[in-house]
């Protein structure tokens, strides 16, 4: 059996992210014993290689590559099992000057045909030439791609020839990889990240945001295919040779305190998860672990990839405040992909921040006011929003109105963003590429927020906003709210409006049910309904379908556009309404119709 | 324990029961999302519990061939002829 990794090399001076591409970066931290442990379901190590022995893995496999007759400039879908594999024929592309695509996986029963449909689009998309994947997934791979000049398992590539290919590594004026992030299923983008943006984005990480240091450790379960898997918790990493603990995502959705077991075991410093990681954990509970997990070396508890909740990052200390975790090692971040990964960070050791705005002011104005707690007004509601924190050096964000003019704090607008980790543009998508980029050349994030004193405030997406009568409505507040109710489930809900000719705006909340007598859905929806008014004031028509309706983007996120554009389309329907029931369901169903 | 294609299938079955609130019978034709309409949670909480009562590890990249029960049962088996 072999142990893990060090974290700290014995004499290989610590060196943050000053390299100029990725393969340099690996060639520096070869000459460490530091690298990535994987590790099995119930937190055994599996396999460990130190970065020199990923290195060596990757370059002949990049000379395979050239002997085979593959070209610079060559796209390389690789399914981004959370394995060795996946990170060897990553950096093997970094060396043979070929382009790697990370391709996702899925957990949906019987989802083959959608499964084999998005790596299509995206195979295609990228004009992928080469595809690697496991031996159980290489159907798939065959059945979306037809005919590659490549396609194979791992083990069909170790079994070529290598010897005398060239070495031809990107040079830091090339490119480096296609991220596949927004977008709907249908039509994914794919975000051309530059040696340069993402070597530019791993240093802004590493001296400013988590200010690494030697002796950090890092533990992941987020899944390779995403920017804050991929850039977060492998590349950024390598770049600072600080070793990485894996833990599939599979196994972290099963077992998530699996995660926090890894992290105490090992001594890991350093963690990201989305506040639903969190939340699993508080679901889970400690379970009599307290005595044996030991979360106080655990210096930096990064959230990101959603939007950040303080009262599930609030739940989590209190279930495991005991384990010496510290609720200063909270590290609120703001990025997305299109700028390779990050763009905000909290100030380290200062924990969740949370600007409480007037909830009615907020609603109705499109500005913020601030409500301190035992001021004048603290009667009003508060709206809590976490703060994201100030942009990383040589990045600059700013709020935007629709008309690209910049607001003055405190008023919520358009977050857009500029700075060298920002993309290009989307790989051989000109029109979606001059569809996120203003005039005047910032990145349009599509997110909306605001400015509090040089910090980022962000408080949803822009195109999702619903507004009724005057009122700003977020629909994940809604969603929130919804899903926070006995027989809803996190997931289940999708919120949007539709405008209907001469009526206006309308709220929809469609709705995930698994009840399957007619009577207790019906007595679901009038709790949703409630519920709905309580939370914004707002009445809302609510659509109960079967479960695997609702529509999520690459990255997981769900996609109220698709589900609004289904439900326009009429193909979204009320379960009740289509086993004949008449009253309130048949009632809302004409009424929508009319 | 020596597993065999039937008593795979028992345990399958009632390991399936939790997600079965309605009670109908399971065939090995029973499709898991249309039958039981089990979503991407329920699908997770199952395979947990075959992992655990089995002892095999289930690549998630199996399961988008999974439709039934048979196909559910299949999967376990070859798993188990794996170890």
Redesign the interface.
């Known amino acids: 059996m072999p142990g893990v990794t060090a974290s700290t090399n014995t004499s290989l001076p610590f060196v943050v992210s000053d390299f100029a591409t990725l393969a340099e970066g690996l060639d520096y931290a070869a000459r460490g014993e530091t690298g990535c442990n994987f590790f099995?379901?119930k937190g055994e190590l599996r396999q460990s290689l130190t970065y020199r022995e990923i290195r060596d893995l990757a370059v002949t496999m990049a000379q395979r590559f050239d002997k085979a007759g593959l070209k610079r400039g060559t796209r390389v879908a690789i399914?981004a099992?959370t394995s060795p594999d996946f990170l060897v024929f990553f950096f093997a592309c970094q060396y043979a000057g070929m382009i790697p695509v990370p391709l996702p996986?899925?957990?949906?029963?019987?989802?083959?045909d959608?499964?084999v449909t998005r790596l299509r689009s995206m195979i295609v998309k990228a004009g992928a030439e080469v595809a690697v994947g496991?031996a159980?997934?290489l159907h798939?791979l065959k059945e979306a791609a037809g005919s590659l000049k490549m396609i194979g398992t791992p083990e069909d590539f170790y079994a070529l020839p290598f010897e005398g290919g060239a070495l031809r590594p990107f040079t830091s004026d090339e490119a480096c990889y296609i991220q596949y992030s927004s977008g709907s299923t249908s039509v994914p983008r794919g975000v051309l990240v530059s040696q340069q943006a993402i070597t530019s984005n791993a240093r802004g990480i590493g001296r400013h945001g988590l200010d690494l240091r030697q002796g950090d450790r890092s533990t992941s379960w987020l899944p390779l295919y995403h920017d804050m898997g991929l850039v977060g918790f492998c590349l950024t990493p390598m770049l600072s040779q600080i070793t990485i603990d894996y833990l599939a995502t599979?196994n972290f959705?099963?077992?998530p305190l699996t995660w926090l077991k890894l992290i105490s075991e090992h001594g890991s410093t350093i963690s990201f998860s989305p506040t639903f990681g969190y939340e699993l954990c508080v679901r889970r509970g400690l379970n009599g672990s307290a005595k044996t997990i030991d979360l106080s070396r655990w210096r930096v508890a990064g959230i990101g990839g959603e939007m950040v909740r303080a009262e599930i990052l609030d739940r989590f200390v209190g279930t495991f405040g005991v384990t010496g975790f510290s609720a200063k090692a909270f590290l609120p971040s703001y990025g997305l992909a299109e700028s390779t990964l990050a763009v905000t960070f909290t100030p380290l050791d200062q924990g969740v921040e949370v600007d409480r705005v007037d909830q009615e002011h907020f609603a109705q104005t499109g500005s913020v006011v601030s409500v301190k707690r035992n001021g004048i007004g603290s009667s009003r509601a508060a709206r809590p929003f976490v703060i994201c924190g100030v942009p990383l050096p040589d990045h600059e964000v700013e709020i935007r109105s629709e008309l690209n003019v910049a607001l003055p704090d405190h008023h919520i607008g358009r977050v857009v963003v500029r700075g060298p980790s920002v993309m290009d543009g989307y790989f051989n998508d000109p029109v979606a590429t001059s569809a996120v980029f203003t005039d005047d050349g910032w990145l349009d994030t599509g997110d909306l927020g605001y400015m509090t004193d040089g910090r980022l405030v962000v408080t949803g997406r822009r195109k999702d906003l619903v507004i009724l009568n005057g009122l700003n409505i977020w629909p994940q507040d809604v969603e929130w709210a919804v899903e926070a109710l006995e027989d809803v489930?996190?997931?289940d809900v999708a919120c949007f409006s539709v405008i209907e000719p001469g009526e206006g705006e309308r709220m929809i909340v469609v709705l995930?049910c698994?009840l399957?007598d007619v009577a207790a859905r019906e007595s679901l929806r009038k709790k949703v309904v409630a519920t709905v008014r309580k939370t914004c004031g707002a009445d809302c028509q609510v659509v109960l379908v079967?479960?695997?309706t609702l529509k999520f983007t690459s990255s997981g996120k769900l996609s109220r556009s698709a589900v609004r554009e289904d439900y326009i389309a009429g193909e979204i329907f009320d379960l009740n309404l289509a086993v004949g029931q008449s009253g309130p369901a048949r009632a809302a169903f004409s009424e929508q119709r009319k | 324990m020596q597993w065999t294609a039937d008593t795979v299938q028992t345990e399958v079955v009632q390991l399936l029961e939790p997600f079965n609130?309605?009670g109908i019978e399971l065939t090995p034709e029973t499709?898991?999302?249309a039958d039981l309409?089990?979503?991407?949670?329920a699908?997770?909480?199952l395979?947990?519990e075959i992992?655990d009562r089995f002892e095999i590890?289930i690549?998630?990249?199996?399961?988008?061939?999974?439709?039934s029960l048979q196909d559910l049962v299949d999967v376990v088996l070859a798993q188990l002829s794996k170890d």
């Open positions: 099995g379901r399914v099992e996986l899925t957990i949906h029963l019987g989802g083959h959608a499964y496991p159980e997934m798939y599979k959705a099963l077992r489930r996190a997931s995930q698994r399957h079967p479960p695997k | 609130p309605k499709d898991l999302s309409y089990m979503d991407s949670v699908a997770m909480n395979v947990m992992e590890d690549p998630i990249s199996l399961l988008p061939d999974v439709n």
